[in-house]
């Protein structure tokens, strides 16, 4: 069975950079992307960004768009998010889910399985 750890989350100021990882084990052909997710405190968890297997197609959310890249490493089963000219608004815990790629919308919130568990960005002076 698919297994997903994220890592990389920390404190950053206003203006800094993360990048976080999403290390796959288990691999099955049952899903053919994989994407990332935050959910701030209080508030819905939302879609981030998504990428296909083969990395060819890319999709962002309109609040991370110009400043967040998504891309993966198949040799080393690893999605990255690196993540720039972070703002306090980024500030939620990140979770990475495997699932379908959609053409018009990337991942889907409701299709995603495999959640992982999470890790968090705090974005404060």
């Known amino acids: 069975q698919l297994q997903l750890v994220e890592s990389g989350g920390g404190l950053v100021q206003p203006g800094g950079s993360l990048r976080l990882s999403c290390a796959a084990s288990?691999?099955?052909?049952?899903?053919?992307?994989i994407g990332w997710f935050r959910q701030a405190p209080g508030k819905e968890r939302e879609g981030v960004s998504c990428?296909?297997?083969?990395?060819?197609?890319?999709n962002y959310a309109d609040s991370v768009k110009g400043r967040f890249t998504i891309s993966r490493d198949n040799a080393k089963n690893t999605v990255y998010l690196q993540m720039n000219s972070l703002k306090p608004e980024d500030t939620a815990v990140y979770y990475c889910?495997?699932?379908?790629?959609?053409?018009?919308?990337?991942?889907?919130?409701?299709?995603?399985?495999?959640w992982g568990k999470g890790t968090l960005v705090t974005v404060s002076s």
């Open positions: 889910a495997a699932g379908h790629y959609y053409r018009d919308s990337g991942c889907r919130r409701g299709d995603m399985d495999n």
């Open positions: 990428i296909s297997n083969s990395g060819g197609s890319k």
């Open positions: 288990g691999f099955t052909l049952a899903y053919d992307a």
